[in-house]
């Protein structure tokens, strides 16, 4: 687990910083069983530039009971599934997905586990995030708890700026034959 991150959330509370995830102190321990968890909610939750990744998927021996003709395996990496190709009808179940099509390939939101992966932004919300999780358990306060959920806020509002920015060139809008015949 990456210390610094951790160490991050614990100076927003005006804790001193820790050496490493497993360090043997009660603050630590807090912080490091929330890291995880928090980690992947805050990836799920927004189809973050950085975490994005395609695949195509391999079709699992046996189709699935009934609704759809065909069952494939998710990455092993998948949190969220954003869209597939083809565009069609799915569905997710545990590690797969459900669709008649005969192959297919998705985008998805991937698990991000190397620190140096997540830019800088999104480290800082996510700091925040957990900051804000351990606030009343390390501190006592409910008012610190409140102040550390404004600043996540904030933090997540700058990172979701800064993941719109970086995208890359949208794809041209080409008009359609109707527009070009009345031109």
């Known amino acids: 687990m990456p210390a610094r ?3 991050a959330a614990l100076l ?3 804790e001193d910083r820790i050496t490493s995830a497993d360090q043997d102190s009660e603050r630590a321990r807090v912080v490091s069983a929330l890291y995880e968890g928090e980690r992947d909610a805050l990836l799920e939750e927004h189809p973050w530039n950085f975490a994005v990744a395609r695949a195509e998927l391999a079709r699992a021996a046996g189709g699935p009971c009934y609704g759809y003709a065909n069952r494939f395996m998710l990455p ?3 949190l969220h599934v954003i869209e597939t190709d083809p565009d069609a009808r799915y569905a997710v179940e545990g590690q797969c997905l459900l669709a008649d099509a005969r192959g297919v390939r998705v985008r998805y ?4 586990t190397v620190v140096s992966e997540m830019p800088p932004t999104f480290r800082s919300a996510l700091a925040a995030r957990i900051a804000a999780r351990a606030a009343r358990k ?3 306060s409910s008012a610190e708890k409140e102040r550390m959920e404004a600043l996540y806020r904030e933090r997540l509002r700058t990172a979701k700026g800064r993941d719109a920015q970086g995208g890359g060139r949208p794809e041209s809008i080409r008009p359609d034959a109707f527009i070009r015949a009345r031109g």
């Open 12 to 14: 927003e509370l005006g």
């Open 5 to 7: 991150i951790l160490s």
């Open 138 to 140: 390390i501190t006592g």
């Open 109 to 112: 939101v991937r698990r991000v």
């Open 76 to 78: 092993p990496d998948c």
